[in-house]
């Protein structure tokens, strides 16, 4: 069964850039992935500090996998002092 995943992240004001740096460079990662379906990354139109994601994977493991992988560890690390506040993930299925 898909996994459907939406991601909202927030960076601090004074790291925007170095933030999207590192997202821009996960969507070009997990999209090598063989289970990565959809892998869209969007920045907010009234808050440029404010990013998601629409992910769309073929497992759970799969995601479970892409979870591990070097480029998501390191935005893990970053994330401990660039982010304003931790990310919201909510992960589902589709209904229609």
Known sequence: MNIYLTA??????????????I????VEESRKESACIQYDLHQDNDDA????????WSSAEGLGQHNQQPYIVAFGAAAKTMLAETPVILKGHKLA
Do not use: Y
């Open 8 to 21: 909202i992240i927030k960076s601090k004001p004074e790291f925007t850039a170095d933030i999207k740096a």
């Open 23 to 26: 997202l821009l460079n996960m």
């Open 49 to 56: 500090s404010t990013f998601f994601f629409h992910e769309i």
